[in-house]
C-alpha cells in the first residue's frame, strides 16, 4: 500500500521576469541569426535551461577569446564586467546584455559611487559570476576601493579610510534575513554608511523566501528544484533547513530518494527562479507515482506583474541588425 502525502506547491516559485527575459533573448537570437550563439556564462544558472539551448546550437564560453569575429555574444542573465563590456565592443562583436534589469540597477549604482570618491562594500557571495561583474563596475581611478563581504562577522574586519564617503550595494540573490542582519552591522558601525533607496535583493528572491518560509509552516519535507550552482535556490534550502526542516536541493525528479520521506504526511515543493516549471511538473509526476500523493497549491504570497521588456531588435516584428 502506498504512502499517504499531501503535496504542498509553494506560489510564487520558479521563473522571475529576468529569467523569462534572457532566456527569450537567446532563443529570439538563434531564430534571428542562426547557430552559434555565444553565451558569456552559462545565461543562468539550471541545467536543463542550458543543455535545451546548447542542443538548439548556443555556445556556452567564459573567455571573449572562445568567440569567433563577426560572432553574436550574449551577455548572462548575471551581468559582466565593464571590461568585458568594453572588449567586446571593440572587437565589433554583435552584442545582446541579458543581464537582468535590477542587476544593472546594482551596477549603476556601483558606478555612481565611484565615480565621486566613495569606497563601496558590496554584500555578495565571492566568485559568484554577479558578484564579478558587479566589482568590474567599480572604477578606482576616482580615489575609492570596493570591498566585498559575505558574512556579519567580516564587518568587523572592514579597514576603510574614509567613513563619511562609504556607500554598500548588495548582490540580488543573497537570503533576505542575513543580509539585513549584515546591514544593520554595517550601520552600526558606520552610521553615516549610503545605501540603495530600495534593497537591491530582487523582488522575485524576496517573494520565493517568504513563500519558503509559509512551506515550512506545514511541511515535513522541503524539495527545492535548482541547480547546485544557483544562488537563490541554494537560498532557499538553506532557509528551510533553518525552519527546522529537511531540505533537498534537487535539479530535477531523477534526483529524488524515496528514503528521504519515511513516516513524512506533508511534503513541500517550491523552485528557484531559474527553474522551469516543467522541471516542477516533473517531480509532481514522480512523487504520484510513488506515493498515494494529494496536490495542494497554496494561495500566492502576492502576484507577480513584472516583465522585463526584450532588446529593440530582438522583439517580434522589428528587423534583425
Known amino acids: 500500500m502506498k504512502q499517504d502525502m499531501k503535496i504542498q506547491l509553494a506560489n510564487p516559485r520558479g521563473f522571475c ?4 527575459r ?7 537570437a538563434l531564430d534571428l541569426f542562426g547557430a552559434p550563439i555565444y553565451v558569456r556564462h552559462e545565461i543562468v544558472h539550471n541545467r536543463y535551461i542550458v543543455e535545451n ?13 572562445d568567440v569567433p569575429d563577426d560572432a553574436t555574444l550574449i551577455f548572462s542573465a548575471h551581468g559582466v564586467s565593464r571590461a568585458i563590456e568594453d572588449e567586446a565592443e571593440v572587437r565589433g562583436l554583435r552584442i545582446f546584455d541579458a543581464t537582468c534589469p535590477l542587476v544593472t540597477k546594482v551596477h549603476l549604482e556601483v558606478e555612481r559611487h565611484a565615480r565621486v570618491g566613495r569606497d563601496v562594500v558590496l554584500i555578495g557571495h565571492a566568485g559568484h ?4 561583474g558587479t566589482m568590474g563596475h567599480f572604477d578606482p581611478r576616482y580615489g575609492g576601493k570596493i570591498h566585498l563581504i559575505e558574512r556579519i562577522d567580516d564587518v568587523a574586519h572592514l579597514r576603510i579610510e574614509n567613513p563619511q564617503g ?12 542575513e543580509t539585513q542582519s549584515i546591514i544593520r552591522a554595517l550601520r552600526q558601525r558606520f552610521p ?4 540603495p533607496k530600495k534593497d537591491d535583493i530582487c523582488y522575485a528572491t524576496q517573494n520565493r523566501q517568504d513563500a519558503v518560509r509559509a512551506l515550512t509552516e506545514t511541511c515535513d519535507v522541503i524539495l527545492v528544484v535548482g541547480s547546485k550552482t544557483s544562488s537563490n535556490s541554494n537560498r532557499l534550502r538553506e532557509i528551510a533547513e533553518q525552519a527546522g526542516k529537511t531540505a533537498y536541493l534537487i535539479d ?10 519515511g513516516h513524512c504526511t506533508r511534503v513541500g515543493v517550491t523552485a528557484g527562479a531559474s527553474a522551469p516549471e516543467i522541471l516542477v511538473q516533473h517531480v509532481l509526476e514522480h512523487l504520484k507515482s510513488r506515493f498515494s500523493a494529494r496536490l495542494e497549491e497554496t494561495p500566492p504570497h502576492i502576484i507577480e506583474h513584472m516583465v522585463f521588456a526584450l532588446p529593440k531588435s530582438l522583439r517580434p516584428g522589428e528587423s534583425a541588425r
Open 17 to 20: 521576469a529576468g529569467v523569462d
Open 22 to 28: 534572457a532566456v527569450e533573448i537567446v532563443d529570439r
Open 53 to 65: 539551448l546548447r542542443q538548439k546550437g548556443a555556445v556556452f564560453i567564459e573567455n571573449l577569446s
Open 129 to 132: 559570476p554577479e558578484v564579478e
Open 166 to 177: 562609504l556607500a554598500y550595494s548588495t548582490q540580488t540573490t543573497l537570503s533576505v534575513d
Open 192 to 195: 553615516q554608511i549610503e545605501g
Open 252 to 261: 530535477g525528479a531523477e534526483d529524488i530518494s524515496d528514503d528521504w520521506f
